[in-house]
């Protein structure tokens, strides 16, 4: 069987229903979920802030690049905890004045629980911060990653 040519080139689509100036009831594909702001923020608290997701993005990437990675390399990671801990500029978003980057720095710890020593850990790390396009927006943003990954248990 012929091997599937892959797109270099996708459109990508979303749309809204936006019900206030808070709330974002989104569609992608067959999916619906909902971006909002907290209560003091006179959201609904329906789901996270636009920024919350854009972090939430970057682990969600990471989990899928490191893996697609970790499998071009041959190895398994099993299974994944990300978090990530964002330093945020409040000063763009409260529109006291425009700054260039309003994530300033990201600290990401990847806990793997699969059988990888650190070599290949570190390969794995090095392959996913190449390839994972959040990451690369973020730094091309200016923010400062810093990439922990550890095996469990260490």
């Not at 209560?39 to 990437?61: D, F, H, K, Q, Y």
């Not at 390399?73 to 978090?83: C, N, V, Y």
């Amino acid at each position: 069987m012929p091997e599937a040519k892959i797109k270099p080139v996708v459109t990508m689509r979303a749309s809204a229903v936006c019900p206030s100036h808070a709330r974002s009831d989104i569609k992608v594909r067959d999916v619906d979920f909902t971006i909002d702001e907290p209560v003091e923020r006179g959201g609904t608290n329906a789901g996270p802030t636009p920024t919350e997701a854009a972090l939430s993005a970057l682990i969600a990437c990471t989990n899928v690049i490191g893996h697609k990675c970790a499998s071009k390399l041959g190895f398994d990671l099993g299974h994944m905890k990300i978090t990530a801990a964002c330093e945020f500029d409040r000063i763009g978003v409260t529109l006291v004045e425009a700054v260039d980057n309003d994530f300033l720095r990201i600290d990401l710890t990847v806990v793997v629980d699969g059988d990888l020593n650190e070599a290949e850990l570190e390969s794995v790390a090095t392959e996913t911060s190449k390839f994972c396009p959040l990451s690369k927006l973020f730094k091309a943003a200016g923010t400062t990653i810093t990439e922990t990954w550890r095996k469990a248990g260490t």
